[in-house]
């Protein structure tokens, strides 16, 4: 049991920190997604953002989730609208991890459900010029 303050903070941290093993893990796997995307899309950058990013992540892994976004080729622009992008990379996703529980459409991202956390990989375009 904590006798100061100091060490009750110190506790409470420990608590909320993941691991080594998790955090190479998560640093494995979300490199192991955009890998899977860029094999089958043209994908022109691709970074990790959230809180994995800023190194803000806390325990328990299993209700975190990590944030891929994927700066695409205007190629692959699906004339059908953004659903029909989202699918394609659903199933892009589902051809390197088909036993992965769930792997959905979810929003604006395709969110991939592994046992131990969650994967949101949001696609999208370079615009020239800024947003409108």
Do not use: W
Not at 50 to 56: A, D, I, W
Not at 78 to 101: F, I
């Amino acid at each position: 049991m904590a006798t100061t303050v100091t060490e009750s903070f110190r506790g409470c941290k420990s608590n909320l920190e993941i691991t080594d093993l998790q955090q190479t893990t998560v640093a494995n796997r979300q490199k192991s997604v955009r890998d899977a995307v860029s094999r089958k899309m043209n994908v022109i950058d691709s970074f990790v953002t959230g809180s994995y990013k800023r190194h803000t992540m806390i325990s328990p892994l299993k209700d975190a989730d990590i944030d891929v976004f994927l700066i695409l080729n205007s190629s692959e622009f699906a004339s059908d609208g953004y659903t029909a992008l989202l699918d394609k990379v659903r199933a892009v996703l589902l051809e390197t991890y088909p036993s992965t529980p769930k792997i959905s459409r979810n929003g604006q991202a395709v969110t991939i459900t592994f046992t131990d956390f969650v994967v949101d990989v949001v696609p999208g375009f370079h615009r020239k010029g800024g947003v409108t």
